[in-house]
């Protein structure tokens, strides 16, 4: 079966950091680029980062660009989220998921096949 599991989020306050894990399993880790997306209450689900499949180009929303740094372990099935300088405006639900298509619509969630369960993220002012 696909699995992917996010992990690491947390409450922290605001100018704090965390880093979301995301590990994969059932599917071919490396061929697959990886995405984070948020949703807060409310709100739409908004895609936050992607990284390719072999880790050489990422991709930011204007959000989170010089905040987060995303990431990739491929011998280890896992993809990381650096989030720095955290903003109250950042608590969401986030959750990974990953497609083996391009790259253009990175940010839309149609583009992705697989997802995980969310892992929750409240950033306090």
């Given at each position: ?71 990739r372990d491929n011998a ?50």
């Open positions: 079966d696909v699995q992917l599991q996010a992990s690491g989020g947390g409450l922290v306050q605001a100018g704090g950091s965390l880093r979301l894990s995301c590990a994969a399993s059932g599917f071919t880790f490396d061929d697959y680029a990886i995405g984070w997306f948020r949703q807060a209450p409310g709100k739409e689900r908004e895609g936050v980062s992607c990284i390719s499949s072999s880790g050489s180009s990422s991709y930011y929303a204007d959000s989170v660009k010089g905040r987060f740094t995303i990431s280890k099935n896992t993809a990381y989220l650096l989030m720095n300088s955290l903003k109250p405006e950042d608590t969401a639900v986030y959750y990974c998921a990953a497609h083996s298509r391009g790259y253009a619509n990175w940010y839309m969630s149609s583009e992705y096949g697989y997802w995980g369960q969310g892992t929750q993220v409240t950033v306090s002012s």
